[in-house]
């Protein structure tokens, strides 16, 4: 898995269709938390689901697999916001993989917190 980085919108605003990178085939992780946004643009001719996963349990012995979305077809560009509840507590880190990778690229952005 590639570790994706995180840029932060500065006060000045942020570019962001330079930041995009290529899909790890055995996915990739981030971090998680507040404002955090997975990009997701997807060039090719079928769409393609990316899935966060959950490695929490719930009622103490339950496993969830994680949460889809599908990225559309050609010009597919979707947002994906990710919470800490995908931060995997040993890594402190979200995984994330797709059901393909060859026209898929990702950037994850994070707004500044200003008072």
Known sequence: MAALATTV?????????NLFTAAAGGGDTCETGAGVELH??????SPVTVTL???GK????QTVSGRTF????????????VR????D????????????VTSVTVAVIRGQVTG
Do not use: E, F, M, Q
């Open 84 to 87: 800490d509840v995908y931060r």
């Open 58 to 61: 719930y009622d103490g012995d």
């Open 53 to 55: 996963a959950y490695p």
């Open 9 to 17: 919108v500065g006060n000045t605003g942020l570019r962001i269709d």
């Open 40 to 45: 997701v643009k997807n060039a090719g001719a």
């Open 70 to 81: 599908v990225v559309p077809i050609t010009t597919g560009h979707t947002v994906i916001p």
């Open 89 to 100: 507590p040993a890594t402190g880190r979200a995984a994330i993989t797709y059901s393909g």
